[in-house]
C-alpha cells in the first residue's frame, strides 16, 4: 500500500517571528511611551505641587522643598538627620553600611557626641534618627523626640519663650498616613521657616 505524501511544506521556523516583534513593539509604545506620557500629564494635572518637586517659596523665591532635607549651620535653626548622600537630592543613597561595620559605629559615637554638646543633652539620651541616615539620606523629617531635643538651643538662639517654640513643634507634627503608616514626624524645613516667620513678628 503506497503511503499519502503531504504536500504541506516543513515548516521553516520564522513563522512565528513577525507576531512575536509585532508583540514586542507593541509593549515598547504602550509602557516606554504611551503610559509615562499618560502619567505624566495626569500627575501634573492632579497633584501639581507634588509633581513639581513640592517646592516651597517665601517672597517669589524657591527656599527648598518639603521631600527634601537641607543642613542649616546656625543654632537658631532645627537641624535634620544625617545624611549619607551630603544632602544632594541627585546622589540619594544610604550609607549601606552594616550595623556591625566599624566605620557606622564610629560615625555614629562622633555624631553622637557632637549632636550632645550642640544640644546640651548627655549622648546616651539622643534619639535614633538624630544620629543614623535615613534609607533615602535626605529624609526631609525629624522624629518628634528628636525635635525635642533641639528646643532648648533653638529657643535660647532665637530669644524665645521655651513654650512657643514647643507649641511650633507640635504644630508641624504630622501625623501617622491614613492613622496607621508611618510615624509621626516632624518637617524640619517648614519648622524653621515658621520660626522666621515668628521671629520676624518681635
Known sequence: MNAIKSTRK??????????????????????GLVYPTVATLLGGWLFPHQAN????????????????????ADARYFQPRPSAASFDPKA?????????NPAL????????????????????????DLITTSGSGIDPH????????QVKR????????????VALVHRHTERRTLGVLGEPRVNVLEL???????????
Request: charged share 15%.
Open 142 to 149: 525629624v522624629s518628634p523626640a528628636g525635635a525635642q531635643v
Open 192 to 202: 524653621n521657616l515658621a520660626l522666621d516667620a515668628r521671629s520676624a513678628r518681635q
Open 10 to 31: 516543513p515548516d521553516s521556523g520564522g513563522g512565528g517571528a513577525w507576531p512575536a516583534l509585532a508583540g514586542s513593539a507593541l509593549f515598547v509604545v504602550v509602557c
Open 105 to 128: 559605629r564610629e560615625r555614629m559615637a562622633k555624631d553622637s557626641t557632637a549632636v550632645a554638646t550642640r544640644d546640651g543633652v548627655p549622648a546616651l539620651s539622643l534619639p535614633g
Open 154 to 165: 533653638v529657643a535660647l538662639a532665637r530669644g524665645l519663650p521655651a513654650d512657643e517654640v
Open 53 to 72: 518637586g513640592s517646592l516651597i517659596e517665601r517672597d517669589g523665591r524657591v527656599v527648598g522643598s518639603s521631600l527634601v532635607a537641607q543642613p542649616f
Open 92 to 100: 540619594v543613597s544610604g550609607s549601606n553600611l552594616a550595623s556591625s
